[in-house]
């Protein structure tokens, strides 16, 4: 199955620093989701993103829809210790019902003090 | 609102043996998928149930894995006989109904190592 091109793999940055990452695909979606995984935990949805060009906030974080519906960003301004953790892009394409996500293969953030 | 449940949270088998895995998705959400994420990498669906019909098993390796959600609430995942590629770490999902803007909440996950 298609897995989606998330980069980068890993981060590693200061407390206070700014983290930007980004995800790719050969084909479109009307769906994109970034999600955050804690170890020994299921990921958890951090933004949703239903149009082309939309830019969304959470807080810290703000993650776009892409104009060609092939791409997304996240950004985490100002990161904190408990921002640790992978990152996960998803993507998803309604039809017929089926609805699952296709997922990337996520960004490792590590926050030194 | 409880959340998603999965059991058990661990298992380790040998190849060739059968495992099971069984997921409560949060109550009265009517649509029930099954990931499977392999360390390293994000998950992958392998089955997507409306109620207690199949909606997509596209992904799903049929000549060793099934899975059933009998009364269109609980459903179980079972692996037989395991390959020990099949180690990796099963997540279930639910979701009110399924739709481009109905959020998917996942469970913890049952971590399965086969020898």
């Known amino acids: 199955g298609q897995q989606l091109n998330q980069s980068p793999q890993s981060m590693f940055i200061q407390e206070g620093e700014d983290v930007s990452m980004n995800c790719t695909s050969s084909?479109?979606?009307?769906?994109w989701l970034w999600y955050k995984q804690d170890p020994g935990e299921g990921p958890v949805l951090l933004i949703a993103?239903?149009?082309?060009?939309e830019l969304t906030s959470n807080g810290r974080l703000t993650a776009q829809f892409g104009i060609t519906r092939k791409d997304s960003f996240l950004n985490i301004s100002a990161s904190i210790p408990s921002d640790v953790g992978i990152y996960f892009c998803?993507?998803?394409?309604?039809?017929?019902?089926?609805?699952?996500?296709?997922f990337g293969k996520g960004t490792h953030l590590i926050i030194q003090p | 609102e409880a959340g998603v449940a999965q059991s058990p949270r661990y298992k380790i088998i040998e190849k060739r043996q059968s495992v099971a895995f069984w997921c409560n998705p949060i109550?009265?959400?009517?649509?029930l998928y099954w990931y499977q994420q392999i360390l390293g990498q994000g998950p992958k669906l392998l089955i997507q149930?409306?109620?207690?019909?199949?909606?997509?098993d596209s992904q799903l390796p049929k000549d060793r894995f099934s899975a059933e959600r009998l009364k269109g609430v609980d459903s179980t995942l079972k692996i037989q006989p395991a390959k020990l590629e099949d180690s990796a770490v099963y997540l279930c999902?639910?979701?009110?109904?399924?739709?481009?803007?109905?959020?998917?909440?996942f469970g913890p996950g049952t971590r399965l190592l086969v020898l």
């Open positions: 998803a993507g998803r394409f309604s039809g017929g019902g089926a609805d699952g996500l296709t």
């Open positions: 084909s479109i979606f009307n769906t």
């Open positions: 109550s009265g959400h009517a649509t």
């Open positions: 993103l239903y149009k082309a060009g």
């Open positions: 149930f409306q109620n207690n019909g199949v909606v997509d």
């Open positions: 999902a639910s979701s009110s109904q399924s739709g481009f803007q109905e959020t998917q909440y």
